[in-house]
C-alpha cells in the first residue's frame, strides 16, 4: 500500500512541477535575449526528468553522483532546471564563500515555495537584512554559550528519563526514533519550557506530521505528508499562542526575579528595543519556535544515530571514546548530573563527532534565489533563479582532506593543519551560520557519554543504509541489540 501511495505522489508531482516550470519559464523569459554567458547545462526538457533525477538521487543517497555527473558533462558550473526554476548548481570552496557571504539582497534565502506553508511567513530562514539580524540576535541571545552553560543539567536529565523510559530494560532498540524522541524533549524542555506531561504529548504527533510535511514533497492533497504537515501547523499554532500568552503573564507577575532566559520564549519575550517596545511581534515568535523545532530536531539526531553506528562498528575509535568517557565518570558520584565542566573534557569524542559531520553532515544542500542579475565564476545568473550550492562536496575533496573517504578524527586535533575557509561547512558559514551548534553539542557530547557508561551494543544489520528525504533517515531506524553494563554501578559503589 505504501510504495504505491508514494508512486501516486510522484507521478503527481511530476505533473505539478511540470506545470510550476513552464509557468514560471514563461514568466522570467517573457521577451528576454539569451546573451551566451551562461553556465552550460539545459534548461529545456526533459524538465521533470531533473528535479526527478535528483530526488531520486536523494532518496537512494546518490546525490554526489548526480552532481559528479553533472559537472563531468558540463565543468564546475552548470544549469539545471530543478523544483520549477531554472537553477545553477554550485560546489567548491570558493562557490561556499560566495553564497555564505553574499549579501541577502543579492542571493535571497527563498526555499522552493513549498515549505513557506509550513513554516509561516516570519520564519528566520526568508527573513532578509535587517529583520534577519534582528531576530536572529534574538536567538543567539539564548542559544548562545554563556547561556547554555547554565542547562547541562536538564539536558542530562532528559537524556537519563530518555535512557530509562526506552533503552533499559529492553534487548533491542531502534536507536534513530529513540534518539528522536530526545532531541525533541530536550527542545521542549529547554527552548520552549514545557515539562514533561500531558502537554508534550500532545505536542510530539503534531510536530512530527509537521516535521514530516516541511520535508514532504508538496503536493497539498488529502492524505498526502505535506498535507498532514499544513493541518498539524494549523493545529500547532493555537498551542503555541497560548504558550506565549502564559509566559508573558509570568513574567510579568515576576517582574522583580531578574532570570528572564528560563526558556527561549520567555527570553525572546523579554527582549526590548530601546524605546520600550517588544522587538518580536507574537507573529514572529511564532514562526521561528517552529523554525527552530525544525532545525534542531532532525540535525542533531542524525548526528547522533551517526555516531551509535560508528561506535558499533569501529572498534578502535569505541574503545578511545569509552577510555575518555570513563575517565570523567571515575570522577563522579553515581547519579550525580554532568556539568558543563565535564563536557569540556570531551575533546576526543567532539572530534569523533565533527569527523562524522564531515563524512555525514546532516544538511548537505542549500537553495537560494537570486534577486538581481548576477556574476559568479565568469557566467551571469539572471534575477529570480535558483542556485544550488551542494556545500559539503569540499568534505570529499582529496586535495583538502586527505584521504576523504578515511574516518578520521585527527583531522580536528587542535594542532592539525586547518582546512581552508569555508571547506568544512557542516554548520554552514557567514552571517546564517548554524546558531545551534554549542546546543547540538551539548546534546551530543552528554548523550554519547551516557550510552557508553551505561551500555554496549552491535548492530542488528551490520549494514542498515540510509535515504536522505532530506535528512537522512535509516531504513529500519537503526537496529541494535543493547546490553547494560552493570560493573560501572557496581565498581563505582563499591568505592564509595
Ligand atoms: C548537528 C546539528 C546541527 C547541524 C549539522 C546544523 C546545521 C545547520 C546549517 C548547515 C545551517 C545553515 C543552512 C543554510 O545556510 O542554508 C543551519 C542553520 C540554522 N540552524 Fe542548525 N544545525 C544543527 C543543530 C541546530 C540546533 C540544535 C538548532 C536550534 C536550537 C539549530 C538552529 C538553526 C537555525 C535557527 C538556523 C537558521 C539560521 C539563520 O538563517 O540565520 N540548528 N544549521
Ligand atoms: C550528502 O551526504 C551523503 C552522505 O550522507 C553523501 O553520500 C552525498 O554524496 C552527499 N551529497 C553531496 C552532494 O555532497
Ligand atoms: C527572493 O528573490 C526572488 C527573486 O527576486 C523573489 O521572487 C522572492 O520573493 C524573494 N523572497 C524573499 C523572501 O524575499
Ligand atoms: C576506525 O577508525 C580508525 C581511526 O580513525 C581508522 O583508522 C579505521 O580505518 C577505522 N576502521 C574502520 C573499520 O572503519
Ligand atoms: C520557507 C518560508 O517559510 N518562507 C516564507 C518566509 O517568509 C517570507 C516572507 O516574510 C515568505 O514569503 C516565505 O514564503
Not at 553506528?309 to 548530573?337: D, F, P, T
Not at 556539568?339 to 569540556?344: G, H, I, K, N, S
Request: aromatic share 10%.
Amino acid at each position: 500500500m505504501l510504495p504505491l501511495t508514494m508512486e501516486l505522489e510522484f507521478f503527481i508531482t511530476s505533473w505539478l512541477l511540470l506545470l510550476v516550470f513552464l509557468f514560471s519559464t514563461f514568466l522570467l523569459f517573457r521577451g528576454k535575449k539569451y546573451p551566451d554567458r551562461f553556465p552550460p547545462g539545459s534548461l529545456g526538457l526533459p524538465v521533470i526528468g531533473q528535479s526527478l533525477s535528483l530526488l531520486k538521487a536523494l532518496k537512494a543517497d546518490k546525490v554526489d553522483k548526480w552532481f559528479q555527473e553533472g559537472i563531468t558533462k558540463h565543468g564546475p558550473i552548470w544549469k539545471a532546471s530543478l523544483f520549477g526554476y531554472p537553477t545553477v548548481v554550485l560546489h567548491g570552496p570558493a562557490a561556499n564563500k560566495f553564497i555564505y557571504t553574499c549579501d541577502g539582497n543579492i542571493l535571497n534565502n527563498s526555499q522552493p515555495p513549498s515549505l513557506s506553508r509550513i513554516f509561516g511567513s516570519k520564519n528566520l530562514s526568508e527573513l532578509t537584512g535587517n529583520d534577519h539580524k534582528r531576530v536572529r540576535a534574538a536567538l543567539v541571545s539564548f542559544l548562545k554559550l554563556e547561556v547554555l552553560k547554565q542547562y547541562v543539567t536538564k539536558v542530562d536529565a532528559e537524556i537519563q528519563h530518555n535512557l530509562q523510559t526506552h533503552w533499559h530494560g529492553k534487548q533491542d532498540v531502534q536507536a534513530q526514533p529513540v534518539i528522536k524522541t530526545l532531541t525533541f524533549n530536550v527542545i521542549c524542555s529547554l527552548l520552549f519550557g514545557i515539562e514533561r506531561g500531558p502537554r508534550r504529548d500532545r505536542l510530539m504527533p503534531l510536530f512530527q506530521d509537521m516535521i514530516e510535511g516541511v520535508l514532504a514533497i508538496p503536493v497539498n492533497f488529502p492524505f498526502t505528508k505535506f498535507n498532514r504537515g499544513i493541518v498539524a501547523r494549523r493545529k500547532l499554532l493555537p498551542m503555541i499562542i497560548d504558550l506565549i500568552h502564559e509566559k508573558r503573564e509570568a513574567l510579568q507577575e515576576q517582574k522583580q526575579e531578574a532570570n528572564h532566559q528560563k526558556d527561549l520564549i520567555s527570553s525572546l519575550l523579554s527582549i526590548h528595543d530601546d524605546d520600550g517596545s517588544p522587538t518580536m511581534s507574537d507573529e514572529e515568535i511564532v514562526d521561528n519556535i517552529i523554525v527552530v523545532m525544525v532545525a534542531g530536531y532532525d540535525t542533531t539526531s542524525s548526528l547522533l544515530t551517526f555516531l551509535v553506528k560508528l561506535l558499533a562498528n569501529n572498534e578502535s575509535v569505541y574503545s578511545n571514546v569509552v577510555r575518555e568517557q570513563e575517565e570523567i565518570s571515575k570522577s563522579k558520584a553515581v547519579g550525580e548530573a554532568l556539568t558543563w565542566e565535564d563536557l569540556t573534557k570531551m575533546k576526543y569524542l567532539w572530534r569523533v563527532a565533527s569527523e562524522m559531520l564531515r563524512i555525514n553532515p546532516p544538511i548537505n544542500l542549500s537553495f537560494r534565489r537570486a534577486t538581481q542579475d548576477i556574476e559568479y565564476g565568469g557566467y551571469t545568473i539572471l534575477k529570480g533563479w535558483q542556485v544550488l550550492l551542494s556545500q559539503s562536496m569540499t568534505h570529499m575533496n582529496n586535495d583538502i582532506f586527505k584521504d576523504p573517504t578515511m574516518f578520521d578524527p585527527t583531522r580536528f586535533e587542535k594542532h592539525a593543519p586547518q582546512p581552508p575557509p569555508f571547506s568544512f561547512v557542516a554548520f554552514g558559514a557567514g552571517p546564517r551560520m548554524c546558531p545551534g551548534i554549542e546546543l547540538a553539542k551539548m546534546e551530543t557530547l552528554a548523550m554519547m557519554h551516557r550510552l557508553v557508561t551505561q551500555f554496549t551494543w552491535e548492530l542488528l544489520k551490520k549494514d542498515e543504509s540510509f535515504k536522505r528525504n532530506p535528512m537522512p533517515n535509516f531504513d529500519q531506524g537503526l537496529l541494535v541489540r543493547i546490553k547494560p553494563i552493570k560493573a560501572i554501578f557496581i565498581s563505582s559503589q563499591a568505592s564509595l
